[in-house]
């Protein structure tokens, strides 16, 4: 029989309301997963800025900067930060080649940091390490001194004033390193530095250490010549300082200074430093200069490293109050490294399956995470890696991939995108403490054609380590005093 149009349209219509009314099938159920947004035109942007930034545009502020650093209490001492390309015109032809170098240093970075833990962990002894030997004249009170892999090189430069009257050195920032050091007069072989040559003869408080002195005994590597203390440090790549241990006054901008900080003199100094007067050994042994200077904490925030701008390394002051903290442990074998209580990592805010043992400092002293300001690119635990990317490429299957590149095995094609929603990629510590961090800080442009890597990469050793990328845009307190570390977001 047929039916007539009204019966019709009320029949469809129940029929349409009976299935609205029904659980959707379970095929086509999507969870749903946390994200933020990628700025890829900004980012595109400042990676084509950066090549033509030109560092002569920062000597008119050089002047200004002793006036910015000025602080209220006479205890807390404040510096600015630099990129390295504000500071360095290495005139890379496009923005690849510029990563390409930069991914190269990170490399030998990270075996150098490998290499100095491997060292503690199979106890070898101050007694049994010795300079290497080299063609400097004895006049030069020189003897090896630095092997480093490329850490050298630095990514964070800071201004610095050394000696009586202060003379001003751009020094990298290196919290993997304890010894202070920089390029002296007379130089056997120095390699070039944007500042002059520090001449410790212009200074009235320059003064070399003895044999016997505490700071002397306390080096790794040491030798005496005319009861005079000679310095080795070992990074790691063929990169080497070589000089005199010294006493000398450290100066911090406007707001203070520091009287008689072990200081190595280094009159041969060959490798991948180049730029910087020498390095800040922001580490926790004893000669790193948060020690000598018996800092109760210390702070920096890294901007961008393609954008010209610069922030602060701060010591002695307050923690910002929004700080997500988390405990520093000790790793009874080397004192140097700032291990972290890493808990576990999520992405899209769904907790990603690694072992609770994989971040912990092992009884043996292996393992572990540690917070670096010198590795740019974070490293995990091979597991554990796999892991964290296997769970942001499930998530990202809407995204047209990219061959990978370098040490980056995800990478994605957003060349014709002005911005991307990804998954979100956070670090959780304990008490439920959770450190989000931007897009930008773990999908980094590789080229200027819009090709962009997820910035993580497995671990050669069990050790594993938050890089400076991650780290970019946040400021990071180290609570020397109550064990802490602290992130805060957009504190630059």
Known sequence: MALNPPFLALTLALCITTLSLLPPPTSSRTTPFSTTVLDISSSLYQAQQVLSFNPEFLESSQQQETQLTSTPSSSSFSLHLHPRETILNENHHDYKNLVLARLARDSARVNSLTMKLQLALNNVSKSDLHPTETEVLPEDLST??????????????????????????????????????????????????????????????????????????????????????????????????????????????????????AIGCGHDNEGLFVGAAGLLGLGGGPLSLTSQIKASSFSYCLVDRDSGKSSTLEFNSPRPGDSVTAPLLKNQ??????????????????????????????????????????????????????SVRDSFKRLTQNLRPAEGFALFDTCYDFSSLQSVRVPTVSFHFSGDKTWSLPAKNYLIPVDNRGTFCFAFAPSSSALSIIGNVQQ??????????????????NKC
Request: proline residues 5%; negative net charge; glycine residues 14%.
């Open 333 to 386: 074998k080397l004192d140097t490294f700032y291990y972290v209580e890493l808990t576990g990592v999520s992405v899209g805010g769904e907790m990603v399956s690694i072992p609770p043992e994989t971040f912990a400092v092992g009884q043996s002293g292996s393992g572990g995470i540690i917070v670096d300001s010198g590795t740019a690119i974070t490293r995990l635990q091979t597991q554990a890696y796999n």
């Open 144 to 261: 090896p001194v630095s092997s480093g892999t490329g850490q050298g090189s630095g990514e964070y430069f800071s201004r610095v004033g050394v000696g009586q009257p202060a003379k001003q050195f751009y020094m990298v920032l290196d919290t993997g390193s304890d010894v202070n050091w920089l390029q002296c007069k007379p130089c056997s072989d120095c390699y070039q530095q944007s500042d002059p040559i520090y001449d410790p003869t212009l200074s009235s408080t320059y003064g070399p250490l003895t044999c016997e002195a505490q700071q002397c005994q306390a080096l790794e590597v040491s030798a005496c010549r005319d009861g005079r203390c000679l310095y080795q440090v070992a990074y790691g790549d063929g990169s080497f300082t070589v000089g005199e241990y010294v006493s000398e006054t450290v100066s911090f901008g406007a707001s203070g200074s520091i009287n008689r900080v």
């Open 472 to 489: 970019q845009g946040t400021r990071v307190s180290f609570d020397l005093g109550n064990s802490l570390v602290g992130f805060s977001p």
